[in-house]
């Protein structure tokens, strides 16, 4: 294995960390914070915060003919980062570079807009073409904002550096090319002794535009730190850090101060969007520490992802919930089919790339959940030719995670009184026995998590927890 690079540290501050020119400086104070202990920061931003979600809203509108209604929303978003970015920088002549920066990008998204309105198509690749201005637009305001405080920023397109395959709008990486342009575009910069800021989300294929998905940017933060080997990885939030399960929910829910790679890991699958869950997987190779840090609370020391944690005496560390599932009950049709039936169904969903969360069997009929509405139609139609096929919407996924359910008796039954007065319609402790999961109708998923949090988490553990909470106002 390679030697760490511990003097490197790459940060990446999420779309609240730099929803505006306030948060934006909250954000260069954090990174010289760093500067001043002798790291070296290379820094990765979301878009702005709902970015994303207007333009996905701008391209939907031109995919369906509303050319005015694309362009007003482009026009909304062109003010926000014109204003932010005079709010950030007063040096004239930079001022000016990057409002002609912001005008080209706006100018550029724009075409496209009409361009896809005049056709009345929004395919993938042009979908991520156009969401990839968000990160874009973001990076190159917070590197001249950087700049302006006089951190040596350097702002690096991520699409020269972040090379995946062509899999539109969820892109997989090329670990080996991604490594080779790390270490000929970025480390001479850091050696140079600059801060390169890039935007995370975004990638590209043969020279066009990708993205590895929503939420990709601590996807890009794990990428860039397990390529360069760097000392650790910072993922900057708005919340203190892993939490005992989401302070929407549950307002007075604890942080986790540590917790292993694989409960982080099964957190982040199971719904918990504080993580991407394809983040820990480049740590995980080279053991690189991740930190889930607040950028509103920087003084809090957050939760620490690690191999080797600290034994906890309270089973579970955390609870999340993944809403809008679909349960699939497959009962094969002719007791004929009964041999190979399993492999015939699970065939189906391999076919239309369909991941499946949950499995319970008998000989001769499957249930599944799945969290892919889309593919639905196509996984019936191929389905029906084997087996009797039921669909039931509105389902959410419940997982308590922890290393220290392992080998507890009688552990289930404390989940399960806890919960008696609600509906629970399938049960899985899954194989890594690190977490337990079940199935129960969306509308239950707050009183379920209520129920469970105060069962669980009312007398923590106050080594491994902590009594923060944090103040969280918003609902979902
Ligand atoms: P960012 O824009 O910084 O990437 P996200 O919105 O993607 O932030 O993720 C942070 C949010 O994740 C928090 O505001 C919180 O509501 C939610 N969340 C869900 N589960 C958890 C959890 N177990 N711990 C902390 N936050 C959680
Ligand atoms: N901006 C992208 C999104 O909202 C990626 C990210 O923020 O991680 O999904
Ligand atoms: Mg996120």
């Known amino acids: ?17 730099v929803e505006d020119a306030a ?23 979301s878009a702005m915060s709902k970015v994303t979600d207007t333009l996905l809203a701008a391209a939907a509108a031109a995919g369906r003919n509303q050319r005015e209604e694309a362009l007003k929303l482009s026009d909304a978003l062109r003010t926000r980062h014109l204003t ?45 073409h156009v969401v990839s201005f968000g990160e874009r637009l973001s990076s190159l305001i917070v590197s001249a904002a950087f700049a302006q405080k006089n951190i040596h920023s350097a702002h690096v397109d991520a699409r020269t550096v972040i090379l995946t395959d062509a899999h539109y709008g ?3 990486p090329n670990e080996r090319a991604i490594e080779a342009a790390l270490t000929s575009q970025v480390l001479p910069l850091i050696d140079t002794g600059k801060v390169p800021v890039m935007g995370g989300f975004i990638g590209s294929c043969d020279g066009i535009t990708t993205t590895l998905g929503r939420g990709g940017s601590d996807y890009t933060a794990a990428l860039v730190g397990g390529a360069l080997h760097t000392g650790a990885i910072e993922i900057w939030t708005d919340v203190n850090g892993i939490m005992t399960t989401d302070p929407r929910i549950v307002p007075e829910a604890l942080r986790v101060k540590t917790i292993s790679f694989e409960e982080a ?4 699958y199971f719904g918990a969007k504080v993580l991407h869950p394809a983040t820990i997987l480049p740590a995980v190779q080279k053991n690189i520490p991740v930190f889930v840090l607040n950028s509103r609370n920087a003084e809090n020391e957050g939760t620490k992802i690690t191999a080797t944690p600290p034994p906890c005496k309270t089973p579970f560390k955390s609870i999340a919930a993944k809403k809008r599932l679909t349960i699939i009950d497959i009962v ?10 399993l492999a015939a169904v699970f065939d189906v969903f391999d076919k239309h790339h369909c991941a499946i969360d949950m499995v319970s069997t008998s000989e001769i009929s499957v249930s599944v959940t799945v969290d892919s509405r889309e593919a639905l139609p196509a996984i019936s139609a191929d389905l029906s030719k084997i087996a009797d096929v039921k669909f039931e919407g509105n389902k959410a996924l419940i997982c308590l995670v922890g290393e220290d359910i392992r080998g507890q008796s009688g552990i289930a039954g404390q989940v399960f009184s806890a919960i008696s007065h609600i509906n ?17 109708n969306e509308e239950d998923v707050e009183e379920a998590v209520r129920s469970l949090h105060k069962k669980f988490f009312s007398s923590p553990d106050a080594s491994i927890f902590d009594v923060e909470a944090s103040a969280v106002t918003s609902t979902i």
């Open 1 to 17: 294995m390679s030697t760490p690079r511990q003097h490197i540290v790459v940060m990446k501050f999420g779309g609240t960390s």
């Open 23 to 45: 948060a934006i400086s909250r954000t260069a104070s954090i990174v010289a914070g760093r500067l001043r202990k002798g790291l070296n920061p290379i820094v990765v931003v």
């Open 84 to 128: 932010t970015a005079a709010e950030l920088v007063t040096d004239a002549d930079r001022l000016t570079s990057l409002q002609l920066n912001i005008h080209h990008d706006f100018d550029t998204l724009d075409d496209l807009l009409r361009g896809i309105s005049a056709v009345g198509e929004l395919t993938p690749r042009t979908s991520d």
């Open 170 to 172: 969820k892109a997989t």
């Open 265 to 268: 890991a099964e957190l982040a």
């Open 332 to 341: 094969a049709s002719r007791m004929l089919l009964a041999h190979g039936f």
């Open 424 to 440: 629970v319609r399938m049960i899985s402790q899954g194989a890594s026995e690190i977490n337990m999961s079940f199935m129960i």
